[in-house]
């Protein structure tokens, strides 16, 4: 049996459920965090240099996190 729900109720689903379009029809198992969403969408925002430097710090921490995860 094919559902088929318009643009308005789809968008009520992915807001009232917190999943991605993606999510919501199967296209992916991953649920992706709204906070996370919203802050990478900040840093796109960025400048290029500034953006450079979050992600050399991002980098940075998980590389730590990593390492000290499998001492």
């Known amino acids: 049996m094919e559902v088929r729900f318009s643009i308005e109720v789809t968008s009520q ?13 199967g ?3 991953i649920l992706l ?6 802050k990478i969408l900040d840093i796109q925002k ?3 240099n500034d953006r450079q ?3 050399a710090l991002l980098d ?12």
């Open 13 to 25: 689903l992915v807001e009232t459920q917190k999943v991605s379009l993606d999510y919501l029809v």
């Open 27 to 29: 296209s992916t198992d």
């Open 33 to 38: 965090d709204k906070n996370i969403v919203s």
């Open 46 to 48: 960025l400048k290029e």
């Open 53 to 55: 430097h979050v992600f």
């Open 60 to 71: 940075a921490f998980l590389k730590q996190t990593k390492l000290q995860s499998i001492m």
